[in-house]
């Protein structure tokens, strides 16, 4: 059933239900209210012949014989004043002039009572009582009817109005359904017009944002196929020209001619590796063998192994250590790729006589934040939020060659992710670039703890 049916079917059901909650409740009320009021009326006569009944039972030794000899309506002061009296057994033992049946269906009823228990009922009937008898049964019909006649106008105007509110409310979804189906089959990055703030517009919105984020999704898997296929053609078209040229010569194979054939597959190889723990990072799967470890010895480490190439440039390297918390639980290897690649690109893209800077700050109780920050060339704020990309390069003729596989970035950012960590870039151009890396403490206590344990 359509939610258009289902809104509209409840509204007609809760409709329905309330107007015949609503005219039996009236009914009630109006009835009891004439009901009380007759009462009211002749309560005291009802009270007097209930004692003389009540007495003449009693001392009649609990029976009713020889009632009709007994002048019941003598103190009622009231025109033409009638009764039917009756045992338990609905045996009539009294009677007035009028006839019974009139007289117990528009007179008042009594029951009589000795000791709680009923031993008998009487009906009181004058023509004042009849009237008003006629009247309590008159009004409740009447009123019934007119709910009856309102209540089922209200009710036609209601069904138009919940059908036209349940068409109105299920329309949004019937226009996000085709859309739907169009995603599914493959139209991505389709658009609802999303009009109203409500959770039909915020359903809208959802829906909208995803189908953007699988249409880049979808781009940016296209990208990576031709990206893949571009970086791998460059090492194999030089591997095979070179080879060609080689038996071109037709003569005997120098060792020192294998030596760029054997560069090229060390690229190509390099990029691989690459590739594949950049794939099993961005699906959770790589495994991290975390221990605690020092980040001052890393980056000294670090330091050392790239003194010979920041010297060929005049290039110097600090250590700034400003704090004695230096400890972090993380994969030693992992960590020192994301900084070897780092201080390489920092070495690369600062010019001769420039300075590198390797800072060590505790950020809170939470992060250790490591900097690593050069005088160099800068990069140009429109690159900013592209960097961590897969082959992404700020110059791509010139670090083609110059550069690496443009992975470096892509890889830190996801071994920083996995270890819970963070990782930023701030650069202004010509000035000097600066990315700045939270690893977190957290983990480390828990290792520790669990030591201890
Ligand atoms: P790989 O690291 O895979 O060998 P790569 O160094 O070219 O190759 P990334 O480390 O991901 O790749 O860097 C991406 C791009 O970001 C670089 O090509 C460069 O354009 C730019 N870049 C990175 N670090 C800096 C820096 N410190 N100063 C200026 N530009 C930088
Ligand atoms: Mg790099």
Redesign the pocket.
Known sequence: MSLHRKIFLSLVISIVGISIVFIFLTHLTVKSSIEAGIKETRGQEITELNKVLTTYYMENHHSWNDLEQLNVLQNIHQDHPEIVVMDNDHQVLKVGNSPRKLIQYLGINSEISVDKMKVGQFFYYDPEVANFKKIMIGIPISVVFLLLLSGSVLIIISLIIAYRLSKWLAAPLRNLLPMIDRLGKGELGIQVPANTTDEYGKITEAFNRMSKELEQAEIVRKNLTADVAHELRTPLTIISGKLDYLQHQGKMIKPESLLPLQDELLRLNQLVE?LRILSLAEAGKLTLNKIPIDMMDIANQLILALKPIAEDKSISIHLDVQTNDTAVLVDPNRIKQVFL?LL???I??TPFQGTIYFRLIKENNDFLKIIVE?T????EPEHLPH?FNRF????EAR?RYT????????IAKQYVVSHNGKIEVKSILEKG?RFIIQLPFSDKNNFLQQMSN
């Open positions: 690459d690649n390489t690109n920092a690369r893209y050069d160099g060339i800068g990069i960097l992404y390069r700020t110059d670090t550069g690496g596989t443009g992975l470096g970035l892509a670039t």
